[in-house]
């Protein structure tokens, strides 16, 4: 398997993540290719489709070992599930998939057409190892149903963001962490109201508490 | 990559192979876990999930080069498009994409648990190398739309199958069958109404003809 190109987001690191893919649209992501793939022809009739899988390499869940089971986060982190049950990054072969929305291809200053894509839930320069069409015939089942994961899909918390703490995200990006923050970022349901999470996004530290159904953010720091 | 399990399907070929998953439905698959991977806590909650996702390897459709297009059968074989606007075999990383249904684990007699599928895009025999449940929250798009590949969904053609060639075929392996070449397997439009195809199912050789929109099975025959 070989990394056919990268993604570019505004998430440094996992915490901060959308739990999967497709939850907060508006985060957008470039999809940059490697320099052996940087041929506009393998793109050629990909705008006729508006939403794109992803399968990548979770490159920072790597393990030697495998386990059976994992303790899903949206459980609560206490109870264990099969693996092949979960979307857990600590599988047998570390691969992703996500669908996302195709929101254009651009043309780079040097680096070939690149895809932009709305809703990816992939750290900054994540390997991507493939790019399929998001065919509806085969990929759309609305007669699916969910197990486990469908239950906490309504879940979201109040953003209380100050104006002058928004004042230092730069507008494009606010509507996104917004966003991203209604998911409530927290790991495994902890719950104590006065401790401070943080998490880095579009070159800024993000600093917020929760509690209840409410989350305050309380700085935004440059890094 | 490892290969973490196998799935046995009723098609050694690739040609009768339905063109995308969840097509033929009745198709049915059993996937079947690798020694290290026989494992009954793996699959622990999967049971709660009607779809599942299995992302697998192109076995046999490796190349040591790639191509920036390739020429989808549903297109008539004479169009270029780039290969990640296909789902084509013939891509940078060998990987298959297919939802399928859950119909059921099943315990083997020695091979451990197993997975019963229906609407596998596979062939017999093909590695598996990972299985994630499906999650309507972040993988039924209804909204996604789908350039080529949705303006072919409907065409099938009519299948006139002899009742004595018919009875040559298990009971169970009838339905399948019948919807099976009801999606017409012919490679890419060929139109030589003259012309008698044939495929591998089920421990048969299923040979038929194609006119306009009628397709005749001509003989039936074990192998």
Known sequence: MEMIAKIHTDLPTKFGLPRQSGLVEELEGLVVFEPKYREPEALRGIEGFSHLWLIWEFSEAKRDSWSPTVRPPRLGGNKRMGVFATRSPFRPNPIGLSCVKLLGVEKTADQGLALRVGGADLMDGTPILDIKPYLPLADCRPEATGGFAAEKAGYSVKVDFPAE?????????????????????????????????????????VRFRVSGDRLEVVEIEET
């Open 165 to 205: 703490l928004l004042e230092k995200v730069p507008e494009s990006k606010r509507t996104a962490l917004k966003a991203l923050l209604a998911q409530d970022p927290r790991p495994a349901y902890q719950n104590d109201p006065e401790r401070v999470y943080g998490f880095g996004y579009a070159g800024l530290e």
